[in-house]
């Protein structure tokens, strides 16, 4: 159903014509997650290194080879000479068989083999013992899977911290053209009274002026807002794989802000379930798993097989023949343990780098994870700042209108009442948005 609702979602980006759409930050992190290309890419390589599990499973299995050879040689690989002659003929009398009156004549014969053959055979080896070494590289490629599972896990972090970054960062441009809408329905009220009162005698004309100039300075932000608004959302449209579309609009829930404390964890009790830190527990066993398969390099191997083969003497007259025969292979290297030794302690060397290297990331991933958590306080002991201040120059703008009002100060006393309040205004959007990305940002390296 979830997937449906993303499905109908994309359809409505991708066809403007049909009427705005309006999306929240869950529907962006779900499309992101679904149509980026670094989220399909890592997919596709966890599906490589499940392949290469399946295809490392089958060293388990006989290897079954066939072959076919035939030849024709210019000259007999084999030639048999016999010189001729008389031959005595036995007439079954021992007596006469030394000193035999009777003689047959055989010609020379002269014959040639092997110079048709045909062979074929097939052989089926099962390995026996490899020193660990089909075992092992399973292992490995089991171990790859799971790395793959993970970094696919990161990936997708990434892109969903991206892709709400970019949305927060289009709700703070819509906010801000929100806030700079009512302050041109201000000035538009203002200068109509400034020019009723410049057309009874009671300002001067540079009032009128002031107004009129602010008011043309607003236009030109209203313009780059615009385009601002544009770049902002063609990013987020490249990240969650939508094509753009300026009708789409992001709904805002920047007044629903929870306290931080509703989403503190220990951070010791998440440290094993970040997926960083797991990958560096696969490096280390990965390491080990090297060393290991290395080791089986140096190991006999045994292998029993059998072979089946078949003859044939083309145009000799003779008929073709078959045969069969078991066997066993021991293979033992015996200069390679020259060098062995120390290749080994490398690998041993490097295990222990790893294994530091995993010791090491505890250290950094609990950083990482207090940096986040001070962010997200400080974020919001930052927004109830700017809230206060909001409601002082809300106060302070109604006060310097009826001043205002009353002839107390000056059009550029008001003014600036004004642009008080909406850069406050500002401030508070950027605060707040930075809020929700930073608690986003928290809940990432806190493993949820």
């Given at each position: 159903m979830k997937n449906l609702q993303i499905l109908v979602l994309i359809l409505a980006i991708m066809h403007s014509g049909y009427g705005q759409t309006q999306l929240t930050v869950e529907q962006i992190k779900s499309m992101a997650v679904k149509n980026n290309s670094k989220v399909k890419n890592s997919t596709l390589e966890l599906e490589a290194a499940k392949e290469s599990k399946q295809e490392m499973f089958t060293n388990y299995f006989p290897k079954v080879t066939a072959s076919a050879l035939g030849m024709k040689a210019i000259d007999p690989l084999l030639e048999i000479k016999m010189k001729g002659g008389n031959l005595p003929v036995y007439d079954g009398n021992p007596a006469?068989?030394?000193?035999?009156?009777?003689?047959?004549?055989?010609?020379?014969?002269?014959?040639?083999?092997?110079?048709?053959?045909?062979?074929?055979?097939?052989?089926?080896?099962?390995?026996?013992?490899?020193?660990?070494?089909?075992?092992?590289?399973?292992?490995?490629?089991?171990?790859?899977?799971?790395?793959?599972?993970?970094?696919?896990?990161?990936?997708?972090?990434?892109?969903?911290?991206?892709?709400?970054?970019?949305?927060?960062?289009?709700?703070?441009v819509q906010e801000k053209q929100k806030t700079l809408e009512g302050y041109i329905q201000f000035l538009d009220t203002l200068y109509r009274q400034v020019s009723a009162a410049f057309k009874s005698g009671m300002i001067i004309k540079n009032d009128?002026?002031?107004?009129?100039?602010?008011?043309?300075?607003?236009?030109?932000?209203?313009?780059?807002?615009?385009?601002?608004?544009?770049?902002?959302?063609?990013?987020?449209?490249?990240?969650?794989?939508?094509?753009?579309?300026?009708?789409?609009?992001?709904?805002?829930?920047?007044?629903?802000?929870?306290?931080?404390?509703?989403?503190?964890?220990?951070?010791?009790?998440?440290?094993?379930?970040?997926?960083?830190?797991?990958?560096?527990?696969?490096?280390?066993?990965?390491?080990?798993?090297?060393?290991?398969?290395?080791?089986?390099?140096?190991?006999?191997?045994?292998?029993?097989?059998?072979?089946?083969?078949?003859?044939?003497?083309?145009?000799?007259g003779l008929s073709g023949a078959g045969n069969g025969m078991a066997y066993a292979s021991l293979n033992v290297p015996i200069s390679?343990?020259?060098?062995?030794?120390?290749?080994?302690?490398?690998?041993?060397?490097?295990?222990?780098?790893?294994?530091?290297?995993?010791?090491?990331?505890?250290?950094?991933?609990?950083?990482?994870?207090?940096?986040?958590?001070?962010d997200i306080v400080e974020l919001d002991q930052k927004i109830h700042l700017i809230q206060a201040m909001l409601l002082q120059t809300q106060e302070n703008l109604a006060v310097s209108q009826k001043s205002y009002n009353n002839g107390m100060i000056q059009l550029s006393d008001l003014l600036e009442a004004q642009v008080l309040k909406i850069e406050t205004c500002d401030k508070l959007i950027e605060a707040k948005s930075q809020y929700k990305t930073a608690l986003t940002k928290y809940l990432q390296v806190t493993a949820r």
């Open positions: 006469n068989l030394a000193g035999a009156s009777q003689f047959a004549y055989m010609p020379d014969v002269n014959m040639g083999l092997f110079n048709q053959v045909g062979l074929g055979y097939l052989n089926v080896l099962q390995p026996v013992y490899a020193g660990g070494k089909i075992k092992t590289a399973n292992n490995l490629t089991s171990l790859n899977v799971e790395v793959k599972e993970r970094q696919q896990h990161l990936t997708a972090d990434e892109i969903i911290l991206t892709a709400e970054q970019q949305y927060w960062q289009v709700v703070i009128l002026l002031k107004v009129t100039i602010k008011q043309q300075e607003l236009q030109v932000s209203k313009i780059q807002l615009a385009n601002e608004r544009k770049l902002a959302l063609m990013r987020l449209c490249q990240t969650i794989g939508a094509e753009y579309n300026p009708e789409i609009s992001l709904s805002s829930s920047l007044a629903d802000l929870s306290e931080p404390g509703n989403y503190f964890v220990a951070h010791n009790t998440v440290l094993a379930n970040r997926a960083e830190y797991q990958l560096f527990e696969k490096a280390a066993e990965a390491s080990r798993l090297e060393t290991k398969l290395k080791r089986a390099d140096y190991m006999p191997s045994l292998g029993v097989g059998v072979t089946a083969y078949y003859m044939d003497q083309f145009e000799s390679d343990w020259w060098g062995a030794k120390h290749k080994l302690n490398e690998l041993k060397l490097r295990e222990s780098i790893t294994k530091n290297s995993l010791e090491e990331s505890k250290g950094l991933l609990l950083l990482q994870m207090e940096k986040a958590w001070t």
